[in-house]
């Protein structure tokens, strides 16, 4: 029976709160700037996260939404390419901090030889970004494994990140954990064969997520910051946070009912 090997982290939504806190905030910017009277409210902006993919959420926008025809593509990226400079702006500012129990997380793994990995929509510009300016200047380097979401043929819920994460890492999908915020997040592990666990966001509080081994609302912080259990997996340590023990845990009774099963 193989051991946990890898965690793959999803990063808008999982890493930090990057839809609340810095993209709709983006979106809204560069429609302003457009002379657009168009403003994505919070829950206005939780809907369309359904649609992956900043620009494809804008095309969607306008047509399944306004019912309008199908926008120019040129005039589609020019505001995404704005949305992306107030993204990192934000970023740089230092505007969105890295979720509960994301540092500590991350620190276990590195200091227990579990490798670590990204798989996301992002595309590989903001990302770095992200990394640099939330989590460390020298965070690009934990990461051993980064697939960006303009570096595969289909985002998230197709495998594709997932697929070539795997094959980067030289790793079985048995032998990774997946980090998730989203159900189409979910649906792209799960396809790939990754088993997954979900840290819900603000916009992905009230969503369900099928194939997921367990959901929680934050991975917390022992004794101080206490993550809650809302679907599957297993009672959470007694200071409250999910650990990277815990998960090795978690991972190993789902590899075991595998096995069963078969």
Known sequence: MSGLKALIFDVDGTLAETERDAHR??????????GLTDRWDPDLYGELLAVPGGKERIRHYWTARKGEPEP???????LHERKAEVYTERIRAGLVPPRSGIMRLLREAREAGVRLA???TT???PLMELLAHTLSPEAADWFEVIVAGDEVAAKKPSPDAYDKALADLGLSATECLAVEDSPPGVESAVAAGIPVVVTT??????????GALAVYDRLGE????PARLLFGGAPLPGHGAVDLAYLRDLFADRVTNRETEA
Not at 25 to 34: I, R, S
Not at 72 to 78: A, N
Not at 205 to 210: A, I
């Open 72 to 78: 120019d593509w040129e005039w589609v990226k020019g």
């Open 123 to 125: 595309t590989r510009a």
């Open 25 to 34: 905030v983006g979106f809204n910017q560069a429609f302003e700037e457009a």
């Open 118 to 120: 990204i798989a996301t």
């Open 201 to 210: 966001s603000e916009y992905t509080q009230n969503r369900e997520f099928p």
């Open 222 to 225: 022992p004794d101080s910051e």
